[in-house]
T-cell receptor
Framework: QKEVEQDPGPLSVPEGAIVSLNCTYS??????FMWYRQYSRKGPELLMY????GNKEDGRFTAQVDKSSKYISLFIRDSQPSDSATYLC????????????????FGKGTKLSVKP | DGGITQSPKYLFRKEGQNVTLSCEQN?????MYWYRQDPGQGLRLIYY???????QKGDIAEGYSVSREKKESFPLTVTSAQKNPTAFYLC????????????FGDGTRLSIL
């Protein structure tokens, strides 16, 4: 079983839809969770990061972590064509990342297309 | 503006040739990283450095080398020993102290001639 699983999509939705992007993981030591957005031929851009369980909201974006199910989600409300990109989840155990060893584990990314 | 600059944006390598990818940051970050991204594979860690003059191998270090002579610079050399170098290479950096997210450059796309 891979450490982090992410549905690669592609996911196509109409403008204004609510989008749900998900990752599952197997390592119960993961404590630090991130979502990145990557446009074509660009580097990943940090969208959200959360520590441990719970929800975090930033504008149209909500990140949710359920450690008991080893499942994280990113919700995008009122999706726009400019949200069309690949979304990567990333996570790390506190011990690794807190020491800046940088051993983030990435999902393979979900490609999202929002149609006008 | 503070950020991470990778150059060149596109690079072509001939058989048997070493090539060097540049990564410079002006964020005053201590830690820097190199990742390789292949279609459908996600990001894989090549090398990372927590401090000047020190670096560690990541998951796929074979065929690559790095140096960290200055805090702001972390160049990656793709050697001729790397038999499948065609990929998108991403450099990242992060501050120390507490939980700090990684910030990425815009990548270098390396192809074989």
């Amino acid at each position: 079983q891979k450490e982090v699983e992410q549905d690669p999509g592609p996911l196509s939705v109409p403008e204004g839809a609510i989008v749900s992007l998900n990752c599952t993981y197997s390592n119960s030591a993961f404590q630090y969770f991130m979502w990145y957005r990557q446009y074509s031929r660009k580097g990943p851009e940090l969208l959200m990061y959360t520590y441990s369980s719970g929800n975090k909201e930033d504008g149209r974006f909500t990140a949710q972590v359920d450690k008991s199910s080893k499942y994280i989600s990113l919700f995008i409300r009122d999706s726009q064509p400019s949200d069309s990109a690949t979304y990567l989840c990333a996570m790390s155990s506190l011990a690794n990342y807190g020491g800046s060893q940088g051993n983030l584990i990435f999902g393979k990314g979900t490609k999202l297309s929002v149609k006008p | 503006d503070g950020g991470i600059t990778q150059s060149p944006k596109y690079l072509f390598r001939k058989e048997g040739q070493n090539v060097t990818l540049s990564c410079e940051q002006n964020l005053n970050h201590d830690a820097m990283y190199w990742y390789r991204q292949d279609p459908g594979q996600g990001l894989r860690l090549i090398y990372y450095s927590q401090i000047v003059n020190d670096f560690q191998k990541g998951d796929i270090a074979e065929g690559y080398s790095v140096s960290r002579e200055k805090k702001e610079s972390f160049p990656l050399t793709v050697t001729s020993a790397q038999k499948n170098p065609t990929a998108f290479y991403l450099c990242a950096s992060t501050g120390t102290g507490g939980l700090q997210p990684q910030h990425f450059g815009d990548g270098t796309r390396l192809s074989i001639l």
